[in-house]
């Protein structure tokens, strides 16, 4: 007995994505860009991805401008920093410092 191929049909109705589709499309470094390097970014790069991956909230927040993405990216370097000596040496350490320079430079242009 022969199996008849399923039919599938097209759905002209726009799909809706949810966040973390959108998150994944767009946090994959600045501009959307996947970038796959086995150097650590500067501290200036790894704040613009950080900034990146907040600003995609803008799409559903109504009142979530570019500022508060910046505040979300300190706060998270603040967490990793709170984890010196359990997760973070004091290079690493050292490393987020300046990330969160790069941020803040960013928060008082």
């Not at 499309?25 to 086995?38: Q, R, S």
């Not at 706060?75 to 290079?91: F, H, L, M």
């Amino acid at each position: 007995m022969k199996k008849e191929k399923e039919v599938g049909y097209y759905d002209p109705s726009p799909k809706k994505e949810t966040l973390k589709q959108v998150a994944e499309k767009f946090a994959h470094g600045v501009d959307g860009v996947i970038v796959k390097t086995t150097r650590t970014p500067t501290p200036k790069e790894k704040a613009k991805e950080l900034v990146a991956r907040y600003d995609v909230l803008q799409t559903f927040i109504e009142n979530f401008h570019h500022d508060h993405a910046v505040e979300c990216a300190i706060i998270a370097v603040d967490e990793i920093q709170s984890t010196k000596g359990i997760y973070v040496n004091d290079v690493e350490y050292d490393y987020w410092e300046q990330v969160k320079q790069e941020l803040t430079k960013q928060q008082e242009q």
